[in-house]
């Protein structure tokens, strides 16, 4: 299994890091293992970590009278959680794992103390997170669309 | 053309508003031979002719199938018609799924919704195939669980070894398990050589726009992203002028038709 | 100067029809067993129908035309062609508005399903007075119609038929630009035979040039002279005479790239807001071809009929896709005729569309001018790139 620094060297959404930066990041990282059903963010609590999915599939859901309903799903590659970036801090959503979820869990707490201290690696992190966001919200849009529907515009 | 009587075999229903038909020919005819990707005119008496999408080409052991949505009067008729029934139907028209350029590489299928059924024949033709090529790939987005077509058989799909088939839905209802999101998600986590790859794609225009943005950026080459467009057709031989998509008639340098060739025209608005 | 058949004419042969022998010409065609459709003056216009003797023509008529007019006059000489093009051309002949393409049977309880061809037996036609610009205009329809895997068998049938007795024009009309479009006003190919009326003194006679054997059989048994260089000399003046007086000129540049580059072009904008989408202009134009199916049946539901007719690009429901039209505007519909006609026509059938008849012009409530507008887009560029190369 590659190590934490060489997953988030090999990630897209983290190509513009340099080594250095690659590297504290890494160092607040750890691995963790979720089991069938077990949330890895649980909607309305504090938003101190984000993840990375190694291998598993992840249901981004929210609680409706009916159920749980899924938004979205993340797969292998997929960054988890992007509120630990943006005030309150609060998690949207739940994230649940289907099956057993491999991920590696990133301390955004302490990653937000040291953007305050290093402005350069806070930009790098804006800019990649945002990146992750202009595609969901593409996505999302598609979604609502609803293209699938009978009408041609 | 004038169509040929043909008896309604069975038909299936897809979803809410979309049915499969099984046709036969009568004693002493033939059935159309419909290459993949190729279309048809299917007649209901004293209503009109409608083009259809053949999802399912006759073999010795299984009839011409096509899918059709109950979208106006003549698809409707023939969405309500009974085992017995008989229908005219004339073919086939229409330009083929470039299966033949996509031997000895990887071919990508993306599919939503309706879309999957012309494509279906050219999933049917890869797998009696399956040693001429690759790895096969199917992408298959629809708005939900109960619009999805041929889900037995997307089913028996995913059971092959020899066959990567997903699916994705854009609202999941409580009992669905699966992926959630855009089909480009599924196209996103495929695993493909780009440099040795033919994509064919089908589906609401909006879906193909970014379902080719993936493969382009994925590093597929242009020329190598297929498609079948959609119009009205009346006559389907290039003589009555509704197909027309800027310079091409749709019933015959379509539908199937290489995406670099349409996408410029696709930006066109009100083309 | 007697009139004797020294020999029966043969292809590639000019010979002399005297005026007086008009009606020996029309009977020998009927003869021949066509039924014979010319011009007639009928409702304020000059428009094509059967045609029995010469008294049945336009004979010492005129007309005027200009954008949006369209106006007969009386002629000071007898002239029997002295006139441009009216409202019809031969399509509605050829390709008639309406036509039923089959029949469908069926039981009284419903069952069984029977499917029969419409026969394709048509009267053979000749039409007698084709222009140039409605030769090129039948060769270009011959292009929609007849080649590829599916040839419109009543098409076929009727033009395999048909003899074409074309006339030279003399008396071009305001809104004729046949010469700009290479499309005349002399009649080079594809008529069985070509009159140039010659009107001069006391001379009234027609120099025909015969362009098929089916024409020299025609003129078997009409009176005529072989012509000669002061008859060929004549001929030439109409003509020349006849180039100068164009009404309209189409701007001498590539249509069709002119056309691709300017999809998003503001003169669209600008005639959409005349434009009525009123589709005069394809009904009168000789080239357009679409149709729409229609679908019949009886009452009792034993019957039915499956025909097509004529439709405009200019209806909003041609453009009918599944949830909607894909052409709403009528920025976007004539966009699509204009750019049709001049445009992808060439990539569609290696021509263009445009034979520089003038009726379009002359038919529409608005007078808007097809070369006008072409000329509007080119004189004032645009930074746009063209949706594409045609494959």
């Known amino acids: 299994m590659a190590s934490i620094e060489e997953t988030l060297a090999a990630t897209r959404m983290f190509r513009n890091l340099t080594p250095e ?26 938003a101190d970590s984000f993840f990375l999915i190694r291998e598993g599939f992840v249901a981004l859901q929210t609680e409706a009278p009916s159920g749980a309903i899924t938004i979205e799903t993340l797969h292998n590659g997929d960054p988890v ?41 806070g930009y790098e992190l804006m800019r990649s997170f945002a990146s992750v966001i202009v595609e969901r919200l593409d996505a999302t849009r598609l979604q609502l669309l609803d293209v699938y529907g009978a009408t041609v515009r | 053309m004038t169509p040929r009587t043909h008896r309604v075999v069975s038909r299936r229903r897809e979803t809410a508003d979309t049915w499969t038909l099984a046709l036969e020919s009568l004693p002493g005819q033939r059935l159309p031979l419909f290459a993949p990707g190729q279309f048809g005119m299917l007649y209901a008496f004293g209503v009109g002719e409608v083009p259809i999408s053949v999802s399912g080409a006759s073999t010795a052991l299984d009839p011409l199938r096509c899918t059709v949505r109950a979208v106006g009067s003549v698809s409707s008729a023939l969405c309500a018609t009974a085992p017995g029934d008989l229908v005219g139907l ?83 209802g409580s009992d669905w398990h699966g992926k959630v999101g855009v089909v480009t998600k599924l196209v996103e986590l495929a695993a493909f050589d780009p440099d040795n790859t033919i994509a064919m794609m089908c589906g609401p225009e909006v879906m193909l726009r970014f379902a080719a943005l993936t ?36 019933c015959r340098e379509g539908p199937v038709q290489r995406y670099d060739v349409v996408e410029p025209w696709l930006k066109v608005q009100e083309l | 100067m007697t009139d004797v058949a020294p020999s029966t004419p043969r292809t590639g042969d000019t010979v002399i029809v005297e005026r007086g022998a008009l009606d020996a010409l029309l009977g020998s065609i009927a003869r021949q067993g066509y039924r014979v459709l010319g011009p007639t003056v009928h409702e304020g216009a000059i428009v094509y129908r059967e045609v029995r003797s010469a008294a049945d023509l336009p004979i010492g008529w005129g007309d005027e035309q200009d954008g949006g007019t369209y106006r007969l006059r ?23 508005p309406r036509l039923r393409l089959w029949r469908a049977r069926r039981g009284p309880n419903g069952d069984g399903l029977e499917i029969v061809e419409e026969p394709t037996d048509v009267p053979r036609y000749a039409f007698f007075g084709v222009r140039s610009c409605e030769l090129h205009a039948i060769a270009i329809q011959d292009r929609v119609f007849l080649p590829g895997a599916h040839p419109d068998l009543s098409y076929a049938a009727r033009r395999e038929d048909a003899l074409l007795v074309a006339v030279n024009c003399g008396e071009p009309s305001g809104t004729c630009f046949c010469v700009s479009m290479g499309t005349g006003p002399k009649a080079s190919a594809g008529y069985d035979l070509a009159l140039t009326e010659v009107l001069d003194g006391g001379s009234h006679r027609f120099v025909v040039e015969v362009g ?60 959409a807001e005349r434009c009525l989408t009123c589709g005069n202009c394809t009904m009168v134009c000789p080239t357009c071809f679409c149709t729409s199916a229609e679908d019949t049946a009886d009452l009792a539901g034993e019957e039915a009929e499956h025909s097509r007719r004529w439709e405009s690009c200019f209806s909003v429901q041609f453009s009918h896709v599944t949830g909607g039209e894909a052409r709403v505007s009528p920025r976007a519909r004539y ?28 038919w529409c409530p608005v007078g808007i001018d097809i070369t006008e507008e072409v000329s509007a887009i080119l004189f004032n560029p645009t930074d746009s790139t063209p949706p594409a190369e045609a494959t």
Request: net charge negative; glycine share 10%.
């Open chain 2, 215 to 250: 493969l382009l950026t994925r590093g597929v080459a242009k020329e190598r992203l297929y498609t079948s467009m959609e119009r009205n057709m009346h006559c389907a031989i290039a003589q009555c002028g509704h197909c027309q998509f800027g310079p091409m008639f749709i």
């Open chain 3, 335 to 362: 966009r699509q005729w204009m750019t049709h006609k001049l445009a992808t026509w060439f990539d569609q059938f290696g021509t263009s569309g445009c034979v520089g008849c003038g009726r379009c012009i002359t």
């Open chain 3, 74 to 96: 009386r002629r000071e000489d007898e002239a029997v062609f002295g006139y441009a093009v009216g409202p019809q051309s031969w399509k509605q002949f050829l390709h008639p």
């Open chain 2, 90 to 172: 004339r073919g086939p028209y229409g330009s083929t799924w470039p299966l033949a350029e996509a031997v000895a590489g990887d071919v990508v299928i993306v599919a939503g919704g309706l879309g999957l059924a012309p494509l279906r024949p050219a999933i049917h033709h890869l797998l009696a195939h399956r040693n001429e090529y690759e790895r096969v790939i199917v992408c298959y987005g629809g708005r939900s669980a109960a619009e999805m077509l041929f889900v037995p058989e997307l089913e028996e799909w995913r059971g092959r070894f020899d066959l990567d088939v997903d699916v994705i839905v854009d609202v999941a």
């Open chain 1, 81 to 121: 959680g992007w509120s630990w970036l943006f005030e309150p801090y609060l998690a949207h959503f739940d994230a649940r794992s289907r099956g057993v979820t491999h991920a590696v869990r990133f301390d955004g707490a302490a990653l937000r103390g040291r953007c305050t201290h290093e402005p350069g690696l």
């Open chain 1, 21 to 46: 930066q690659l590297s504290g990041v890494a160092a607040l990282g750890e691995e963790a293992e979720f089991a069938d059903r077990a949330k890895l963010i649980v909607e309305g609590e504090a």
């Open chain 3, 212 to 271: 098929s054997d089916r024409g020299a059989l025609v003129l078997d048994g009409v009176p005529h002279r072989a012509g000669d260089v002061a008859d060929a000399r004549d001929a030439e003046q109409v003509t020349a005479y006849a180039v100068t007086r164009m009404g309209r000129e189409m701007p001498d540049v590539d249509l069709r790239a002119l056309l691709y580059a300017n999809y998003e072009h503001p003169r669209w904008d600008e005639v």
